[in-house]
């Protein structure tokens, strides 16, 4: 068996604010420090790999006998979303923001959408995703119009009752606004938001679909699998990277069950990179000021974490990371600009190495080249001299 890296990626598990917090409104978020505080939360695997000994956050503490090596991370891309958080994870730093609406999108634009569909457009604000549809779905069973709306981040998201407008046509609909949406007006993702139920009880089900940008330039999927290596992404990956650099991929069906997926990839015989996003802290909980579930959902993973850690052979890594903060206590619903952690562990890495803070997401990007032995250059810089026996 070859070498192997898991590269597990806690949507918007994130560490406390980033120094220009203040640029995003964010003063004071921190998301895992949150959860630390509710009293409730139990994570003895992260905390073996080091989260709580991380420099600079409102949890830092004494830990003993931390086995891997960790490390803070600051985001270099201006943004907060789970696009250019990923991207820069994957080694792409986006020095300019992805459009963002917070009026709503142009009409000529919603014209054109309305237009290419065939269907009319209901709300066209931001909007919380579960209120959105308690306001407007009704309506939207009625006329079959779709419920258009946006966030803080560069989203475009269509919303409709899936007995009304059939899961396929919602996906066809967001690829026609993907085509429309580029240029000056080129958000990050198109978001299929499809619901069931009966007012005012609707439920937005795992039939969520995005459809993002293509990455400009290679990143380290592309590397990887150029040089022929297997690149496996389980969960919301393939959306995120628009399926490029991708040698297989696994749909999202929520933490636990792409946890076990990953877990069932362990027991191949393959070489390369296998990256898994859990979007459910983020999505379910951190969007929804839910601190209860999000703590239960991080002491779930935790256990998770400590079967695939057992698991795991002398050639494989295990590198942990987030791609923003979505604080549940802090105000609002939005993500949160935060620094995230790094934790890498494996027999073959050194323990308990303190790597300060990162300058860039996209460290992560490099040093996994670097293991690879690959040439390609992302735009961060390696620690793997600093954690490798």
Known sequence: MGKRIFLIVLDS?????????????????????????????????????????????????????????????????????????HWEIAGLISRKPFPTYPNGFPQEIIDAFSKATGRGVLCNQPYSGTEVIKKYGREQERTGDLIVYTSADSVFQIAAHEEVVPLEELYEDCRKARAILTGEHGVGRVIARPFVGTYPDYQRTVNRHDFSLEPPRETILDALKAAGYQVI???????????????????????????????????????????????????????????????????????????????????????????????????????????????????????????GTRGSFADIAQTIGELFGLSWQGDGSSFLGQILR
Not at 36 to 60: A, D, M, W, Y
Not at 320 to 344: M, N, Q, V, W
């Open 233 to 355: 992404g389980v969960g919301k990956i393939k959306d995120i990277f628009a399926g490029k650099g991708l040698t297989r991929s696994y749909p999202n069906e929520g933490n636990q069950k792409n946890m076990e997926q990953t877990l069932e990839i362990l027991k191949e015989d393959f070489t390369g990179l296998c990256f898994v996003n859990l979007v459910d802290f983020d999505m379910l909980y951190g969007h929804r000021n839910d601190i209860d579930g999000y703590v239960n959902a991080l002491n779930e993973v935790d256990v998770q974490l400590g079967e695939l850690m057992a698991r795991m052979g002398p050639e494989d890594y295990l590198m942990i990371t987030a791609d923003h903060g979505c604080d549940p206590g802090f105000k609002g619903t939005d993500h949160s600009r935060e620094y995230t952690p790094c934790l890498c562990w494996g027999q073959r890495l050194k323990k308990g190495v303190d790597l």
């Open 13 to 85: 598990v994130g560490v406390g604010e980033a120094p220009d917090a203040e640029l995003f409104d964010d003063v004071g978020c921190d998301t895992f420090g949150t959860c630390v505080r509710s009293g409730k939360l139990h994570v003895p695997n992260l905390e073996k790999l080091g989260i709580c000994s991380l420099e600079g956050t409102s949890f830092q503490k004494k830990v003993s006998g931390v086995e891997g090596c960790y490390a803070r991370m600051r985001e270099d891309s201006m943004g907060k979303d789970t696009t250019v958080g």
